[in-house]
């Protein structure tokens, strides 16, 4: 059977999607390197600030934006900056279209160009996917519900918040989408298995595209974007995809024939490069993501009296608080999550945190709100019993006592219910 040959002639609407998709593909990752190449976020630093001014000046003079762009790209992808980042890139490629078809109305085909811009966006996606499959898989991303999460009503959590709960439930889950990401970022870097990739990469990509816009998750440009890619490494393949998958038509092989370079030596160097870029992206993804999971994640070390306390007894001054509902200064429970911070919940369920300064030699803690570090707490500690907490000290002029006890985890449900093969009632809500 002979393959699908390269077309001589293209259409003019598809010299023309070719131009405005090299340049928007290639300014997208200019401005979104993800890390693809070696110390390219080192390099991404020094060469993005000025864009910040130019963007600043674009939301002021041209946009009328109401309120001056401060914010720049950070946890979230999904900025004003952003956008208009986005919308620069889309007005540049469709002007560089404009002026790049009118200069060259005659070529016949961009054969070579459309190869090698398959090339770059088949090894943006790949990598992007191997990065986020890693944290999957050795669970970073989303880390089991932790201590101040279980006590979180599912009513008060932000959308992302429950999405992040759900994901992070369940290690075979994490395990399932990451090796999902990881097989999609493998089989893109060889042109034989791009094709393969390119499939499962657009309904991975398509997944979390659904989960950022229906959980408000501030990735959406960025999923959308790996989306969009996918779609276009599948527009070479498309008149096959359809015969195979719905046409129940004979699909002729693809051409998989590269476009080398003329001198040897350059296709060389150019097979040892990618070879070199595929084992730094996986060593280096497996290397920082292990070696994170001893900073954050399900395996980081746990702070010491690490738990969830409830207050027995609330003593201020010698006298003992009832734990009445409406008493806005009686603690209710103690979250000690993590090192250097904590959680107080009070009788009407008001929730504040607190820098938590723990001395294991002297047995002292200092705390104070994160919002008034004048305010002060000084207590010792003692354990009277297995799994009771005493403090005792001073905050402003008042004197403290409060007994807490240690709450059990195992008694919350979404940690004792575990896996059950057999399930004899429907509903296990």
Same mark, same amino acid.
């Given at each position: 059977m002979t393959t699908t040959d390269e077309p001589v002639y293209w259409s003019a609407a598809r010299k023309i999607a070719l131009r405005f998709f090299?340049?928007?593909?290639?300014?997208?990752?200019?401005?979104?390197? %993800?890390?693809?190449?070696? &110390?390219? %976020?080192?390099?991404?630093?020094? !060469?993005?600030?000025?864009?910040?001014?130019? /963007?600043?000046?674009?939301?002021?003079?041209?946009?009328?934006l109401a309120k001056p762009i401060t914010v720049f790209t950070n946890g979230s992808g999904d900025t004003t900056y952003d956008y208009v980042i986005m919308l620069l890139i889309f007005v540049l490629a469709? #002007?560089?279209?404009?002026?790049?078809?009118?200069? +060259?109305?005659?070529?016949?085909? &961009? %054969?070579?160009?459309? !190869?090698?811009?398959? #090339? /770059?966006?088949? !090894? &943006?996606?790949?990598?992007?996917? =191997?990065? &986020?499959?890693?944290?999957?898989v050795i669970k970073l991303q989303f880390?089991?519900? +932790? =201590?101040?999460?279980?006590? $979180?009503p599912v009513g008060d959590m932000s959308p992302m918040g429950l999405a992040w709960t759900y994901m992070g439930y369940s290690y075979g889950f994490n395990i399932f989408t990451g090796?999902? $990401?990881?097989?999609?970022?493998?089989?893109?870097?060889?042109r034989r298995t791009s094709t393969l990739g390119a499939l499962l990469g657009l309904v991975v990509a398509a997944n979390i595209m659904a989960i950022n816009y229906a959980f408000d998750v501030p990735v959406k440009l960025l999923s959308t974007m790996l989306t969009l890619m996918c779609l276009f490494l599948l527009f070479k393949d498309a008149v096959r995809l359809i015969n195979f998958f719905i046409l129940n038509k004979p699909a002729a092989p693809a051409n998989l024939t590269p476009h080398t370079f003329k001198k040897r030596w350059v296709n060389i160097s150019t097979t040892v490069i990618k070879y070199l870029l595929i084992v730094y992206v996986l060593a280096g993804n497996l290397v920082s993501d292990i070696q994170a999971m001893s900073q954050y994640g399900d395996s980081a070390p746990k702070p010491p009296l690490y738990g969830i306390y409830q207050v027995e007894t609330f003593i201020r001054n010698h006298d003992t608080v009832p734990p009445l509902a409406t008493d806005t200064t009686r603690w209710n429970k103690l979250i000690l999550s993590y090192s250097g911070g904590a959680r107080v919940t009070f009788m009407d369920d008001t929730i504040r945190r607190y820098d938590w300064k723990l001395d294991t030699v002297k047995h002292t803690v200092l705390m104070a709100p994160y919002t008034d570090s004048l305010n002060k707490g000084i207590f010792t500690y003692s354990i009277p019993k297995k799994d009771e907490l005493l403090l005792k000290g001073l905050k402003r002029s008042d004197s403290l006592e409060i007994r807490l006890k240690k709450i059990d985890l195992k008694k919350f449900r979404l940690i004792n219910r575990g896996f059950n093969w057999i399930n004899e009632y429907p509903y296990n809500r």
């Open positions: 090299l340049v928007f593909f290639l300014l997208y990752i200019f401005f979104n390197p %993800n890390g693809v190449l070696p &110390y390219i %976020n080192v390099l991404f630093e020094q !060469y993005i600030t000025p864009f910040h001014s130019l /963007v600043v000046w674009i939301g002021n003079n041209i946009l009328h469709l #002007v560089a279209t404009i002026i790049w078809s009118v200069a +060259d109305r005659k070529v016949r085909n &961009y %054969n070579k160009l459309f !190869y090698w811009l398959t #090339v /770059v966006v088949r !090894y &943006y996606v790949a990598i992007t996917m =191997l990065t &986020y499959g890693f944290v999957k880390p089991s519900p +932790d =201590l101040n999460r279980l006590l $979180e090796l999902g $990401e990881i097989t999609c970022g493998l089989l893109l870097f060889f």
